[in-house]
């Protein structure tokens, strides 16, 4: 029996998205009864199509790391098609690839094909030997190792050990539940919580978390969402990276976006205080992160309700350091605000910067 029947005949449903190797979703498709199992498939070959997909540009088109955020994507569509009783079936796949074109490549012909399931984010690279294969060999050997892969991921045959990935994170089922869309927290927020992305943490984030502390005289945690307005949800390698940097008790993981959500889902029955820099104020304030100004309003009236507060700490804009005096807001929402001077703390650092010259 192919991987493909194997697919089609197991509880496993799925999405597929892929930039290379697109002959996996025909080989799935063209089968009697390929509905019940592949229940939706894109070729993002434009560069426009990739964004929208993603939802952002990425840094690379052929990447680790954009092939795995085109599983994520793709495994979230697939739940909201698949049968809530079917979840834990649920996978998603993204494929990007760098293959011979009509003009010659100046780097490596390859693809990295990501799979993504309720409890395991899974990668695999893929080499090619530049000018051996014609254009079509190399497609139909990334979709020969992809069906390989799934035989491996989606545990359909025991034979395929020798398909292990080249990076893989699994998680336990507390983890897992924050990719579900019910509104979930994993760990104990307190009544304070620095909330981040921490790609990743650093001194400044430590230096806050600290002065908070003593400034509010409650314990802070730092909390991490795998959901963020701007950019792609957090798999489970993002997710285990980013926790190996704190203590157990330092930190709270949450699927909540938006700071509304947030506050309904940590603080809705005693009030709390997030803790911030200038910027993410800035952005709780613009409108663009609404669907209208009335949605704002009502939304920073709601936060003023469940009783939050924002400390404030200064952040580094440019060449100026701007502390919460320094910041134009809508008057509601600067009486739930505190802010801390420059003279009790000012760091210089960033995240973006230290991933730039990490150079990732």
């Keep these: 029996m192919t991987t493909a029947q194997r697919i089609i005949e197991s509880p496993w449903r799925g999405v597929i998205y892929a930039a290379g190797g697109s002959m996996l979703i025909s080989d799935?498709?063209?089968?009697?009864?390929a509905s019940r199992a592949l229940l939706a498939g894109n070729v993002p070959y434009h560069n426009q199509a990739m964004n929208d997909l993603l939802g952002c540009e990425p840094e690379s088109y052929c990447s680790i790391l954009t092939s795995?955020?085109?599983a994520m994507r793709a495994f979230m569509r697939a739940r909201q098609l698949a049968p809530t009783s079917d979840h834990q079936f649920v996978f998603g796949v993204g494929i990007t690839a760098a293959?011979?074109?009509?003009?010659?490549?100046?780097?490596?012909?390859?693809?990295y094909?990501?799979?993504?399931t309720m409890y395991k984010t899974l990668v695999w690279h893929v080499r090619f030997e530049k000018g051996e294969l014609t254009r079509l060999e190399e497609e139909r050997k990334l979709t020969d190792c992809a069906l390989n892969f799934l035989d491996y991921g989606l545990e359909l045959d025991a034979t395929s050990a020798e398909s292990s990935p080249t990076i893989e994170a699994r998680c336990?089922?507390?983890?897992?539940q924050l990719l579900d869309e019910t509104p979930t927290v994993h760990g104990d927020p307190g009544e304070a919580v620095l909330p981040g992305a921490f790609n990743p943490l650093h001194d400044g984030h430590r230096r806050m978390r600290e002065l908070a502390e003593e400034?509010?005289?409650q314990r802070v945690v730092f909390e991490l969402s795998v959901r963020n307005v701007d950019k792609p949800d957090l798999d489970f390698i993002d997710i285990n990276e980013r926790i190996e940097q704190f203590d157990a008790a330092e930190y709270v993981l949450?699927?909540?976006?938006?700071f509304i959500e947030k506050a309904r889902l940590l603080f809705n029955a005693t009030g709390g205080t997030f803790v911030v820099g200038t910027d993410t104020l800035s952005r709780i304030d613009h409108a663009r992160y609404y669907t209208s100004r009335q949605h704002r309003d009502e939304a920073i009236a709601e936060l003023s309700n469940i009783g939050i507060r924002f400390l404030v700490f200064g952040r580094l804009e440019g060449s100026k350091f701007l502390t919460l005096d320094d910041l134009e807001l809508g008057s509601d929402l600067l009486r739930l605000c505190d802010g801390v001077t420059a003279s009790d703390f000012r760091a210089d650092v960033s995240s973006t910067e230290l991933r730039k010259?990490?150079?990732t």
């Design 357 to 359: 010259q990490d150079g």
């Design 172 to 176: 336990d089922e507390g983890v897992s």
């Design 28 to 33: 799935v498709a063209t089968r009697p009864g």
């Design 68 to 70: 795995r955020q085109l």
């Design 113 to 116: 094909v990501a799979l993504q």
């Design 215 to 217: 400034r509010l005289n």
């Design 254 to 258: 949450t699927n909540q976006p938006t």
């Design 99 to 111: 293959l011979r074109s009509d003009k010659p490549k100046r780097g490596d012909h390859r693809a």
